[in-house]
C-alpha cells in the first residue's frame, strides 16, 4: 500500500520547496510557530526499518491496520483493500502556497492509498499507524483516501515514537456524492519530537464528513485541516482538542471553504494548557460569493491550568454571501472554582476533583469519537499528558 513514485510531481515540489524555503514566522500562518530548529538539522532518511512492535497497535480490532515504521509500511494486517489511482495523489494538497507540502511531495515515501468502492458501507475502520523511531531521522507519509459514492468508512491515523524524530505528513480525502466519512487524527509523538501534518479534503454533493484532530504528545505539533464542500448540500464537523504540558507546543490552523450553497459546517476546538506549554487555535471559514444559505458555527474554548501557560486564538469569518447564518466565538478561562469547592465539599480529593474537571471538559469531543479502542487510548494519552496538580507540585515548580 504505497504511494507510487510521481518523478514529475516529485521534481516540481523540490523547486518549489527551494523557492519558498522553510517557513518563519515572519509568514502570517506560522506567526507563532517556528521551525528554526529544525530547519538546521541535518535530517536523514531511514531506509531499513525494522518492525516495531507499540502498544498503540489496534491489529485485531481494525478491519484493516497498515503499520508504518519511519515512512516506510512494515506490515499489513488483515484484507487488502482496492488502491486509489496514483492520479489522485497531489490533486487537493497545494504545494505551491504551503511549504511543507511541497517538502513531504518532494520527498514522498510510503503511506495508505485507499479506495472504498461506490455503495459499500464498512461496519469496521482501518487504521494507519505510523512510528517514528531514532534521532535526526525524518519520514514524509503521504496519504489519499477516495471514498466513492454513497459509500461509508472510518479511517483513523495514529502517529506515535520515541526520539526526536520528525514526522511531516500529508492526507487527501476525496468523499464522493452521499458518502459518509468519518476520519480521525491522533497525533501522541514521543516527547522530543517534531510533527507537522495536514490533512485536506474535498466533498461532493451531499457528502457527510466529520475531521478529529486530538493532539496531546511531541514536543512541537503544527496540525492543519483543510476542507473544501464544493458540492451542494454537503456537510462537514470538525471537531478538536489539543492537551499540552511543559514546554509543548501545539498550533492548530483550520480552513472550512464554503463553495456551494446548502452547505453546513460546525467546528469545536479545545484547548487544555499547563506548565508553560503554548496552543495556538487559528480557525478560518470562508464563505464564496456563490454559497447562498449557508450554516456555519466555529468555536473555541481554552483552559488554562497554570498561570505560564499561553493560547493564542484566532477564529475567523471571512464572508461573501448575504443569505448565510455564521457566527464564530472563543472563550480563554480557568477552572470553574465554584465547581471545584463543590466537589472537594463532597470529600473529593483536589488532585481528584481537578482532573474530573479536566476530563468532563475534554469529554465533549472524545466521547464523540466513534471507535472505541480509540477512545480509550485517548484517555490515557490524555492522563499521561496532564497528571494530578498537587498543590507540592506547583510550589516545586516555582
Known amino acids: 500500500m504505497t504511494v507510487a ?6 521534481e516540481r515540489a523540490a523547486e518549489r520547496f527551494t523557492q519558498l524555503g522553510w517557513p518563519t514566522p515572519r509568514i502570517e500562518e506560522w506567526r507563532y510557530t517556528n521551525l528554526a530548529n ?3 538539522t541535518a535530517w536523514r532518511t531511514d531506509d531499513a526499518p525494522a518492525v516495531i512492535e507499540t502498544p498503540a497497535t489496534l491489529a485485531g480490532r481494525a478491519t484493516v491496520e497498515y503499520l508504518f515504521v519511519n515512512g516506510h509500511l512494515v506490515r499489513t494486517t488483515g484484507p487488502a483493500l482496492q ?7 497531489g490533486q487537493l494538497a497545494d ?8 517538502l513531504n511531495a518532494a520527498q514522498m515515501q510510503d503511506g495508505a492509498r485507499i479506495r472504498v468502492p461506490d455503495n459499500l458501507v464498512s461496519d469496521g475502520f482501518i487504521h494507519l499507524l505510523f512510528v517514528g523511531s531514532g534521532d535526526g531521522i525524518w519520514s ?14 472510518r479511517i483513523v491515523e495514529t502517529f506515535v515514537g520515541t526520539g526526536s524524530y520528525f514526522t511531516n505528513a500529508v492526507t487527501e480525502i476525496f468523499a464522493g456524492e452521499g458518502s459518509v466519512v468519518d476520519h480521525t487524527k491522533v497525533t501522541c509523538e514521543g516527547e522530543a519530537a517534531t510533527h507537522v501534518g ?8 451531499a457528502s457527510s464528513v466529520t475531521l478529529r484532530s486530538i493532539s496531546v504528545g511531541g514536543a512541537l505539533i503544527r496540525s492543519d485541516v483543510y476542507a473544501a464542500l464544493t458540492g451542494e448540500g ?8 489539543f492537551a499540552g504540558a511543559g514546554r509543548q507546543h501545539i498550533d492548530n490552523h483550520t480552513v472550512i471553504d464554503h463553495v456551494s450553497p446548502h452547505c453546513d459546517s460546525l467546528e469545536l476546538y479545545k484547548g487544555i494548557l499547563d506548565d508553560e506549554a503554548r496552543g495556538v487555535f487559528d480557525g478560518r471559514i470562508i464563505v464564496r460569493p456563490h454559497a447562498s444559505k449557508t450554516a456555519s458555527k466555529q468555536s473555541n474554548h481554552n483552559l488554562l491550568l497554570s498561570g505560564t501557560a499561553i493560547v493564542d486564538s484566532k477564529p475567523t469569518l471571512e464572508i461573501h454571501n448575504d443569505d448565510v447564518k455564521c457566527n464564530h ?10 465547581a471545584l469547592f463543590y466537589l472537594r465539599s463532597r470529600g473529593i480529593g483536589e488532585a481528584e476533583a481537578r482532573n474530573l474537571l479536566v476530563y468532563a471538559f475534554a469529554g465533549e469531543i472524545v466521547d464523540r469519537i466513534k471507535v472505541e479502542p480509540v477512545r480509550e487510548q485517548i484517555r490515557r494519552a490524555l492522563f499521561r499528558a496532564i497528571p494530578a496538580r498537587m498543590p507540592e507540585r506547583r510550589e516545586n515548580r516555582r
Open 95 to 102: 504545494f505551491e502556497s504551503h511549504a511543507m507540502i511541497a
Open 198 to 205: 495536514s490533512v485536506h479534503v474535498r466533498q461532493e454533493r
Open 140 to 153: 514524509h507519509p503521504r496519504n489519499v483516501i477516495d471514498v466513492g459514492r454513497n459509500a461509508q468508512v
Open 5 to 10: 513514485t510521481n518523478n514529475d510531481l516529485r
Open 38 to 40: 529544525v530547519a538546521k
Open 234 to 241: 454537503a456537510s462537514v464537523v470538525l471537531d478538536g482538542l
Open 83 to 89: 488502491q486509489a489511482e496514483a492520479e489522485r495523489v
Open 329 to 338: 466565538g472563543s472563550t480563554i478561562g480557568q477552572l470553574d472554582e465554584e
